[in-house]
């Protein structure tokens, strides 16, 4: 198993510009989130799936955009890019175990908006 | 919001040393998760737990519900135990999860 993916690993956008964030999983797993990642601010919860066809919003939602068409992919939209999404960018994926859920975290975007 | 607070924020200690990061959250959970991030790298997870205590090799988690309270032990640690480790709370609902803000671990030789 590849686990979970993300591309591309770093990206560096101008102020306006939109982009995809790609994130794949191979484990089956119903659950898939997006984290991103500020010094100082540990990580934070933009949106979340819990399967195909339903997501929902974290802490961060505004100006993200996600969606699920299939269990395995769940990329995370920049509709208009600003300076304070400059950060690194995590997609989780995870599935029930017992009571509790661990998860499984993808290598990181670092992204530079400019 | 359950609050996860971690301390200390920074650590550095000699290689060999016993090594012990704490975790304190405000809010009943259902599990805790230790999370460990190496600089520049991706996030892995260490130990997940709900009672009790868990080992792996040279690190044991232990967490107390009643106080909600967890610590992260590493045992004759070694430099590239240097990290950063982060603990994450996860609410009765199951899914969503409060990080901490990470614990800068620098072992030196």
């Known amino acids: 198993n590849a686990g979970v993916t993300q591309t591309p690993k770093f990206q560096v956008l101008k102020t306006g510009q939109s982009m995809t964030l790609q994130c794949a999983q191979d484990m089956n797993h119903e659950y898939m989130s997006w984290y991103r990642q500020d010094p100082g601010m540990g990580l934070r919860l933009i949106h979340y799936s819990v399967g195909a066809g339903i997501t929902d919003q974290g802490e961060v939602p505004n100006g993200y955009n996600v969606s699920r068409s299939t269990t395995e992919d769940f990329p995370l939209r920049l509709l208009s890019a600003a300076p304070s999404q400059t950060s690194v960018y995590f997609c989780?994926?995870?599935?029930?175990?017992?009571?509790?859920?661990?998860?499984?975290f993808g290598p990181g975007t670092r992204l530079t908006v400019t | 919001k359950n609050e996860v607070e971690q301390s200390p924020q920074n650590l550095t200690a000699q290689e060999g040393e016993f090594i012990t990061i704490n975790c304190s959250y405000s809010v009943g959970i259902s599990a805790l998760h230790w999370l460990q991030q190496h600089p520049g790298g991706g996030i892995v997870s260490l130990f997940m737990?709900?009672?009790g205590k868990k080992k792996h090799g040279r690190l044991i988690a232990t967490i107390n519900i009643q106080e909600k309270h967890s610590s992260l032990h590493i045992t004759a640690s070694h430099p590239r135990d240097s990290a950063v480790y982060i603990c994450?709370?996860?609410?009765?609902?199951?899914?969503?999860?409060?990080f901490g803000k990470g614990t800068s671990l620098l072992v030196t030789p």
């Open positions: 989780a994926s995870s599935s029930r175990d017992g009571s509790s859920y661990e998860q499984y």
């Open positions: 737990l709900s009672s």
């Open positions: 994450a709370a996860y609410q009765f609902s199951g899914y969503a999860l409060n």
